[in-house]
């Protein structure tokens, strides 16, 4: 098979001319395509087949034990300039990133399979989804690229018809850590990963492409390519509403994705449309529609149980892939917090011992498409998205955020996002309760300078007059006990009950020195098993640590020197003005 676009036959040439595999293999994407390349991981032991009974259709994968996670440090933006990549970046000139990479790539490929992937991130037929090729030697990536994009024939015809695609190479080289690159040439719209067979590290389509270089093409052609789920919600009354969310790590971004609401909002309906990122663009008549580009999930599987994702939960009881993973003795995938089984070989197919750490990889992955979902709607297949009525952020903070709040208007919502901030867990590396600022949740993987990015997103007020509202959200608020005050998961659909009913200008707030926050009894709360200290406690501010996280907050903004935008400098100062107002007056 060949293309009948010679930019993309030419590049596919000097690929192989430079990597020179044994074999070139075009990528159709059909499910028999699928299947041939499992047999052949089963095969060569790539793969394991896990209990037909209980798990259909799921396979095992355990990569190299120096290759289970994004690298980061490792990671880097190309541009000429290094004031365009930001200090949020790692930064490498181009010429220096192609000479270092074309030294690696160098017959790296020589006995083996070179897959060609034509994919489309979102919708076929949208006119917000963006294609890419992925030329690989790894077929674990093939069939992941299968589950998370739409990959094959038709993405060909795609690219054929637009004439324009990101180019992504990638080789697990001979997993060296030492050898180990993933570099994003924005400029050119390419993307070269090397000695990485890891999900973040190869499949390119995901986080280098969806986020790195969308959010550049993003910036230049006026829309947004962010870190965020997307979930539908109908009230019973039958209104429906679309809601972004951002989150960083550990802030339980899928579990909201998936919500299932309690007993007492059965009445409500909740789907999924993306549990990860997300495509905004303003539509003809100025509101912003959103698109998921993936079309499957990859995410992290310990902790995932009937109680925190019943959703989730199910939907990798067949037809997935799973990676890094334990086994029991009947052969089924096990992790921390299942809540059912005992492993018995673990991550590295090893006698299970504790004395050799968890039995699952703490980054153990599943990949399942996303009609395995039971919360799946075919609207995330729409080619015109769905209307966004609120962008809401959140991170995971003990005592200074409130359960929710609403930002005055769009301006002072940016600066709510630039906040975004968790506090380090005993989970973490380093030391514990340390603040980790992320901005929209995007620090990992903005593809250009942060002040450029704040500027963009403040510059969509001069685009439409249909913005929605912002929020934050903080689930994790605790006591003096370290207790959390808030019950979370299906409980959260309470929080987005009342943030609804503010874009519906129906629920009541009061406004204070950061938004408008809820009083209690806006708040529903019927048959839920809080007390009311809690709940004042949770919608509550003490205005000092808040002012002293501003104070921070303005600092690290003012880091980024004369690129960091005035009005957003201008917003910290008027909340941190009002705040000072607030307390002089409590004194």
């Known amino acids: 098979m060949t293309t009948m676009l010679p930019e993309l036959q030419d590049w596919v040439d000097s690929v192989a001319r430079q990597t020179r595999p044994d074999t070139i293999y075009w990528c159709s994407g059909t499910e028999d395509e699928y299947q041939e390349l499992v047999q052949q991981m089963l095969g060569d032991g790539t793969l394991t087949t896990l209990n037909e009974t209980t798990y259909p259709n799921c396979y095992l994968h355990r990569s190299d034990p120096n290759d289970v996670a994004r690298v980061e440090h490792l990671t880097f933006v190309c541009t000429e300039s290094q004031e365009d990549a930001g200090q949020n970046n790692n930064w490498m000139s181009p010429a220096d990133a192609h000479g270092k990479m074309d030294a690696l790539f160098d017959g790296c490929m020589r006995g083996r399979t070179m897959y060609v992937i034509p994919y489309c991130m979102g919708p076929i037929s949208s006119e917000f989804s963006r294609c890419g090729v992925e030329i690989t030697d790894s077929p674990y990536v093939v069939i992941n690229m299968k589950l998370m994009t739409r990959m094959g024939d038709q993405a060909l015809k795609r690219i054929e018809k637009?004439?324009?695609?990101?180019?992504?190479?990638?080789?697990?080289?001979?997993?060296?850590?030492?050898?180990?690159?993933?570099?994003?040439?924005?400029?050119?719209?390419?993307?070269?990963?090397?000695?990485?067979?890891?999900?973040?590290?190869?499949?390119?389509?995901?986080?280098?492409?969806?986020?790195?270089?969308?959010?550049?093409?993003?910036?230049?052609?006026?829309?947004?390519?962010?870190?965020?789920?997307?979930v539908g919600l109908e009230s019973p009354e039958g209104a429906v509403h679309y809601v972004a969310c951002a989150f960083p790590s550990a802030c339980g971004k899928t579990n909201l994705a998936m919500l299932i609401p309690p007993d007492e909002l059965h009445d409500w309906k909740v789907w999924t449309l993306g549990d990860d990122i997300a495509w905004l663009h303003p539509d003809d008549t100025g509101k912003l529609r959103a698109i998921n580009p993936e079309s499957g999930y990859f995410g992290v599987v310990p902790g995932t149980n009937a109680k925190t994702n019943k959703n989730a939960y199910d939907m990798i009881r067949h037809d997935a892939i799973f990676t890094n993973v334990a086994t029991t003795e009947d052969n089924e995938p096990w992790w921390e917090g299942k809540q059912d089984g005992k492993p018995a070989k673990d991550w590295q197919g090893r006698d299970y011992d504790p004395a050799n750490g968890p039995a699952a990889h703490p980054n153990s992955r599943f990949t399942v498409a996303a009609t395995n979902n039971r919360s799946y709607t075919n609207l995330a297949d729409a080619p015109e998205g769905v209307p966004i009525s609120a962008i809401v952020f959140g991170g995971r903070r003990k005592?200074?955020?409130?359960?929710?709040?609403?930002?005055?208007?769009?301006?002072?919502?940016?600066?709510?996002?630039a906040s975004t901030a968790s506090e380090t867990t005993?989970?973490?590396?380093?030391?514990?309760?340390?603040?980790?600022?992320?901005?929209?949740?995007?620090?990992?993987?903005?593809g250009y300078n942060f002040a450029d990015y704040w500027t963009h997103w403040l510059n969509f007020k001069n685009l439409t007059a249909h913005l929605p509202k912002?929020?934050?959200v903080n689930w994790f608020r605790q006591n003096d006990g370290g207790e959390f005050l808030w019950p979370g998961f299906g409980e959260n659909l309470r929080v987005l009950q009342w943030i609804i009913e503010r874009c519906e200008h129906r629920a009541g707030a009061r406004e204070t020195a950061i938004g408008f926050l809820p009083r209690p009894s806006d708040l529903d709360t019927v048959g839920l098993d809080i007390s009311a200290e809690a709940l004042e406690t949770l919608t509550t501010i003490d205005s000092r640590k808040f002012r002293d996280e501003l104070i921070s907050l303005g600092e690290y903004l003012e880091s980024y020197g004369d690129r960091t935008p005035r009005e957003l400098l201008r917003q910290q100062e008027l909340v941190l003005d009002a705040l000072s107002e607030e307390l002089a007056k409590a004194s």
């Open 162 to 230: 637009e004439g324009t695609f990101v180019k992504g190479l990638h080789s697990t080289g001979d997993l060296d850590p030492e050898r180990r690159f993933i570099m994003h040439f924005p400029a050119e719209l390419s993307i070269q990963s090397f000695g990485s067979g890891y999900g973040g590290n190869a499949l390119l389509g995901k986080k280098c492409h969806a986020l790195r270089i969308a959010s550049y093409q993003a910036r230049r052609e006026g829309w947004l390519a962010e870190h965020m789920l997307i």
């Open 399 to 417: 005592h200074v955020a409130p359960l929710v709040y609403e930002a005055r208007n769009w301006e002072h919502g940016v600066l709510v996002g």
């Open 426 to 446: 005993a989970a973490m590396v380093g030391e514990v309760g340390v603040i980790r600022r992320d901005p929209m949740a995007m620090k990992p993987f903005c």
């Open 470 to 472: 912002i929020f934050h």
